[in-house]
């Protein structure tokens, strides 16, 4: 099992139908919706092995894998003295 994080469309214009149509595909494949922004966009954390099978649904216009770069934190240090 190989989590992913992926963003998707779907097509519009959405109705409460599509939404749960697609909310119940991702939660019966083990995944979970984790943001969900304005005009149909969606971020959600699945196993890779499930990405053709949503891009597959007609409701999906488009699904993308997410890369997040991780950043360096430089150390703060702070003199005491006692």
Not at 18 to 35: D, L, S, Y
Not at 41 to 58: K, N, Q, R, T, Y
């Amino acid at each position: 099992m190989n989590i992913e994080t992926f963003i998707v469309q779907l097509n519009g214009p959405l109705t409460t139908n599509k939404i749960e149509a697609f909310k119940k595909a991702v939660t019966e494949r083990g995944g979970t919706i984790e943001i969900v922004a304005n005009k149909g966009a969606f971020v959600i954390s699945i196993d890779h092995i499930f990405s053709d099978e949503l891009g597959a649904m007609p409701i999906v216009k488009l699904i993308g894998g997410v890369g997040i770069r991780k950043r360096s934190v430089s150390h703060i240090k702070k003199r005491t003295e006692a």
